[in-house]
């Protein structure tokens, strides 16, 4: 691997031509950008471990790709696209690739927070992780509460959050504080399958499984005071709740179904690709704009799957402390999305242009001043969240304008897996994870101790120096650090 590194942070794969073994054949491929990586000399060695190189290699091939591909500081082995991987595409004729935004659609994370201290809830907090336990559906295959027909689903994936508004799970500050006002507005539900329906119905306001989390936080460190106050942190020890899921089994079938579609019509239109995973068509194309519509339904139904886990949170907050959540300042401080495709104007090359950005496990991270950021942040950048492991920390980071220039606006998403879920469990005993977490003053509720396992803090990159890459290069800046006190996994 030709790996040149060309200043701090930085390593680039300049463009090459790629050879391939394809039903015995030797194909050739050219990459079309360079890759570029963003990593110290530690990131770099974890990413190395996988296939994530190649897989950006093989990214920088798309027709119509602009300016660079990119591995963030998180970025490891994915389907097709690295997790971490960004890439913007003509937004008229460059590729639309759904691996480029994986099979979670809309996972992302939202971030509340409460004027409560550390010694209001150290003693029950037990009785308040049992509370949320009960109160939001979790685990593998787990369903929500409502009770809804298609017609409302139709609305939910047609809408987004201002479903949730009319239903009275949401208030105005809700959509305000979250990425495109929580409703992507293409969305068009009679494009979704009746099978995506039917495994979405019934899980609309649960947690789901796998490295979906709800976590009670304390502020550990601010960084920056005056930007932290903007945003409602206080003080060190405020409690925080962070929130992480997406549109699960919906975004599965949206993506499977649209890969089988895209495959059939990539020989239509005599595209070739050194990755099948890499599976894409022109954004011209009826195909392409099917999977933006279809894209956009799974992601309205993230949205308001976080938003109705949100509100049962509220509920289980007001039930413990017999208050109002208003009381309690139990108010969004931003929600953010990390697997999703966008339609935005960048720079490239000194022409302002429109690209399909790609962000697969990646976050957005506008700078002050851009018109997409909340009027109450415009002053300060748009806040990045980068949640770290049940037993590490998380941050609360603004965007900056350098972001624009390497990234397309985009920061990582978190810690980034070192080991597979398989070899994790190998390696760890869910028991002796939560025994070791207690001792560390961190309380998990999980739906099986496998879980625990699969997600123990070894599995994963050090959060720390995940998010410095990002901040050294001027991406990000870091505001505050959150550690756990209490986790509930699914």
């Known amino acids: 691997m030709n790996l040149n590194k060309i200043d701090d942070n930085i390593y680039e794969i300049p463009p090459k031509t790629i050879m391939v073994r394809v039903h015995g054949e030797i194909k050739k491929f050219h990459m079309k950008v360079p890759a570029h990586i963003y990593a110290n000399e530690y990131i770099l060695g974890r990413i190395q471990q996988d296939r994530t190189l190649d897989q950006i290699s093989n990214v920088a091939c798309l027709p119509g790709i602009e300016k660079h591909a990119i591995a963030l500081s998180d970025a490891h082995q994915g389907y097709g696209f690295c997790i971490g991987g960004v890439a913007g595409t003509d937004a008229n004729s460059g590729m639309v690739s759904p691996g480029g935004v994986g099979y979670d659609i809309n996972c992302g994370v939202r971030l509340l927070r409460t004027n409560l201290l550390l010694n209001d809830i150290e003693k029950i907090l037990p009785d308040l992780l049992n509370s949320i336990f009960r109160n939001i559906p979790s685990g593998l295959g787990s369903k929500g509460k409502l009770n809804i027909n298609y017609s409302d689903l139709d609305k939910v994936l047609d809408n987004g959050l201002n479903w949730a508004l009319e239903k009275g799970y949401a208030i105005e500050e809700d959509l305000k504080h979250c990425e495109e006002n929580g409703c992507l507005k293409d969305a068009d539900a009679s494009l979704v399958s009746e099978k995506a329906k039917q495994r979405a119905i019934k899980q609309l306001g649960s947690l789901g499984s796998g490295n979906h989390f709800l976590e009670i936080q304390k502020v550990d460190e601010i960084y920056n ?132 950005v790609h962000r697969k496990g990646a976050t957005r991270a506008f700078p002050p001043g851009h018109p997409e950021i909340p009027q109450d942040y415009k002053d300060i950048g748009q806040p990045a969240l980068i949640p770290g492991t049940m037993g590490s920390a998380s941050y609360v980071c603004v965007g900056k304008p350098k972001a624009m220039d390497l990234s397309f606006g985009s920061t990582a998403h978190g810690s980034g897996r070192l080991m597979s879920r398989s070899k994790a469990k190998k390696k760890y005993w869910g028991e002796q994870i939560k025994k070791d977490l207690s001792k560390k003053g961190i309380l998990v509720k999980a739906a099986s101790m496998q879980v625990i396992a699969e997600e123990a803090p070894g599995a994963y990159k050090d959060i720390d120096q995940v998010v410095n890459v990002s901040h050294d290069l001027g991406i990000v800046e870091k505001i505050v650090r959150l550690v756990p006190v209490g986790v509930v996994k699914g």
């Open 225 to 356: 005071q005056e930007i932290a106050q903007k945003l409602g942190f206080n003080e060190k020890n405020q409690i925080t709740v962070m929130v992480h899921t997406g549109s699960r089994a919906l975004g599965h079938q949206v993506c499977t179904d649209s890969l089988r579609n895209i495959e059939r019509a990539m020989k239509k239109y005599q595209i070739k690709v050194p990755d099948r995973e890499l599976a894409c068509v022109p954004a011209d194309t009826p195909e392409a704009q099917n999977y933006l519509s279809q894209m956009a339904c799974a992601a309205n139904f993230g949205f308001n799957n976080r938003q109705l886990i949100t509100h049962w949170l509220r509920e289980a907050f007001q039930g413990i402390f017999k208050k109002q959540f208003e009381d309690l300042d139990l108010n969004l401080i931003y929600g953010v999305c990390h697997n999703i495709l966008k339609i935005e104007e960048h720079e490239v090359d000194g022409k302002k242009m429109k690209l399909n």
